[in-house]
């Protein structure tokens, strides 16, 4: 019996812990917000996936509940805004969000002519595949994805839990 109070009284605290979403963490809050502004959706309902792959990765962002298709229309076009955007070189999306230059965007920048960028829908939202045959570009978009898991405090693979 005193296992099972332990239990819960230990449940309770991590869920109050967590209740805010992250919030207490000012800067994250500020990036969740700006992100917020910038991509249309509620960040703390909606993941990200930033995952590297070995001719580049992919930016994957989900709505969590998938009834909300308005958000998920949103998020499907937030991603195709992207998509033109980062084909073109220009990375000022990032930089709002995360109120500086995004490391491995100038690199990306540069090499825009030998990096594609694809925008696909998903069940719940839609991913940006990003892909190379250059070495270095592919390492500026593992450097972008990291820096990207790090500050969204996200995942590396859909099969990952969020840090």
Not at 83 to 108: N, Q
Not at 109 to 132: K, L, Q
Request: one cysteine or more.
């Amino acid at each position: 019996m005193q296992q099972r109070v332990m239990l819960c009284v230990c449940l309770v605290a991590m869920a109050c812990g967590r209740a805010d979403g992250g919030k207490r963490d000012s800067a994250f809050a500020s990036v969740q917000q700006r992100g917020e502004t910038v991509m249309g959706v509620d960040q703390y309902t909606s993941q990200h996936v930033f995952e590297d792959l070995a001719d580049g990765g992919r930016i994957v962002l989900n709505r969590d509940d998938a009834a909300d298709t308005a958000a998920i229309r949103t998020i499907r076009a937030h991603m195709r805004v992207i998509e033109s955007a980062f084909r073109r070189g220009d990375f000022s999306l990032p930089g709002i969000v995360h109120a500086r230059e995004v490391p491995g965007t100038r690199i990306m920048a540069d090499n825009r002519t030998v990096i594609t960028y694809t925008a696909v829908d998903r069940p719940r939202g839609a991913e940006v595949r990003i892909a190379s045959g250059d070495a270095g570009a592919v390492a500026a978009v593992h450097q972008f994805l990291a820096f990207q898991r790090t500050d969204h405090k996200a995942a590396g693979h859909e099969a990952h839990p969020t840090p």
